[in-house]
């Protein structure tokens, strides 16, 4: 069965609205353990516009299954990184002025850089993935800074698949070919952005797959379903 992980960042976007403590973004975590979640993955951004530092902390600290820490790879936060020691940490692309993470690291341009941020990491026995479009050239990348794990952007797909999934069609073999080389050129796969319970079914079944992270619409079918059957809803259509 492929792995569920849950990113919580939105139930922090709507805490922090009002700038109180509801709602529990810890509480979260633990109900998405309970409901089929297979890890936790939350975003540390640099304006920390939704998860804070303590979050990480606490989270980290109360968790039965792993946390998986996305950031950017920056002196701070591979820092606090090391400090914490997460489960994982997926090195991802990030600019102020975005909603949400638009698109994959460019890890061919920045190839010096993310190579001692990987070993970095990995120093400190944290498991590094990054994130990167499907694209031969960025996981032939991927291979050399020495990163075991590579989380596919599916965001292409995803926005294609809600105009009509005949559109999304070429973005999904795109990841197919990027799956099948991750496993030819021995890279771990997980896979994630925009996706919902209408269009998951498809990229399930990328070969290699081990785990998606997935948050924005499990958070958003909480507000109506709540979020302990809104996370078990997605965990059994992972199966």
């Known amino acids: 069965m492929v792995l569920l992980g849950v990113n ?61 820490l996305e950031m950017a790879a920056t002196p701070e936060m591979i820092e ?35 190579t001692r941020s990987v070993s970095a990491l990995t120093e400190a026995g944290i498991k590094v993935s990054l994130f990167v479009d499907p694209s031969i050239e960025q996981l032939n990348a991927c291979k050399a800074v020495g990163a075991p794990v590579v989380e596919l952007h599916t965001g292409e797909y995803a926005n294609a698949a809600i105009i009509n999934p005949e559109n999304a069609k070429p973005s999904l073999e795109q990841l197919f070919v990027a799956a099948r080389y991750c496993q030819e050129i021995g890279l771990e796969l997980n896979a994630g952005h925009g996706l919902t319970y209408e269009n998951v079914g ?32 997605m965990k059994a259509l992972l199966a």
């Open 8 to 68: 919580i960042d939105h139930v922090a976007t709507l805490r922090n609205a009002r700038g109180g403590q509801e709602p529990d973004i810890v509480q979260a975590a633990l109900c998405a353990e309970r409901h089929g979640a297979d890890g936790i993955t939350i975003h540390l951004r640099e304006d920390r516009r939704h998860i804070k530092d303590a979050d990480v902390r606490q989270i980290q600290s109360v968790i039965q299954t792993r946390l998986n």
């Open 202 to 233: 498809p990229v399930v079944a990328l070969p290699g797959l081990i785990e998606l992270n997935i948050g924005h619409n499990i958070v958003a079918n909480a507000i109506f379903m709540g979020l302990g059957p809104a996370v078990a809803k």
């Open 80 to 114: 606090i990184a090391r400090e914490v020691k997460p489960y994982m940490v997926t090195l991802v692309p990030e600019r102020r002025e975005e909603l949400t993470t638009e698109g994959g690291l460019d890890v061919v341009r920045l190839k010096d850089s993310l």
